[in-house]
């Protein structure tokens, strides 16, 4: 068990340009978050997958973001046109629906900044 | 809607003092509850947790919080701190039960200062 792992973890980009954040949640985990979270305030939900499914997406989630899972493994989140209100961190999280305890393991986060 | 308050965005306490970090949730249905740990530039840590039975529960590095349902607190605490427990701390919430999500609500953070 290796952990949930993020790349890259650290971005910058300019203004406008599109940027992609990978994530490998833990193999047996068959769910996976996304979060969000900017300087002093708590992590905010973005989208959910159960397996391959995206079954949950917050209003955060504006059309210029887009989240896959292909075959219920390891997960991307793109954004397009950046904007400079997207710099934050973004971090991943998986857990293991076990029916009783959705405990989360996060990741290390992926810090974009946008210039 | 499932909501967090974390009461002092800031504590400073002595090292070997009592560390009391203060959590009030609000939820429709009988919530999990976490405190999650979090060191600069990394990600988040679970420290513990609570979904059913004893209210008081303990997690990692001596910490541990009393659910009470009547006050609607999920309290964190440590008897004695140490230098290393400087960090951020978040509570958070969680939906429960089949075909809800799992996701977190997270309280706005509270940064525990260690002093010397």
């Known amino acids: 068990d290796t952990g949930v792992s993020q790349n890259p973890r650290h971005k910058i980009t300019k203004r406008g340009q599109n940027v992609t954040f990978r994530c490998d949640p833990i193999?047996?985990?068959?769910?996976l978050y996304w979060y969000r979270q900017t300087l002093g305030q708590g992590p905010e939900f973005l989208t959910y997958?159960?397996?391959?499914?995206?079954?949950?997406k917050s209003r955060l989630l504006s059309d210029r973001f887009s989240a896959e899972r292909p075959k219920g493994s390891f997960s991307t989140l793109e954004i397009q046109r950046t904007e400079q209100g997207d710099s934050a961190m973004y971090l991943c999280?998986?857990?293991?629906?076990?029916?009783?305890?959705?405990?989360?393991?996060f990741g290390p986060g992926t810090r974009l900044t946008v210039t | 809607a499932q909501s967090v308050t974390q009461l002092g965005s800031h504590v400073s306490v002595s090292e070997g003092a009592l560390v009391l970090l203060r959590c009030n949730y609000s939820s429709s249905v009988p919530p999990y509850l976490f405190w999650y740990v979090q060191y600069p530039n990394q990600g988040l840590q679970l420290l513990l947790k609570y979904t059913t039975g004893a209210t008081l529960v303990k997690g990692i590095n001596g910490f541990e919080a009393e659910f009470k349902k009547s006050e609607t607190s999920f309290h964190l605490t440590k008897p004695s701190a140490h230098m290393s427990d400087a960090a951020e701390y978040f509570c958070a919430v969680s939906d429960k039960g089949s075909g809800n999500t799992g996701k977190l609500i997270f309280g706005q953070g509270t940064t525990l200062q260690v002093k010397p």
């Open positions: 193999s047996e985990h068959n769910r």
């Open positions: 997958f159960q397996n391959e499914a995206q079954l949950e």
């Open positions: 999280a998986s857990s293991f629906d076990s029916g009783y305890s959705y405990e989360q393991y």
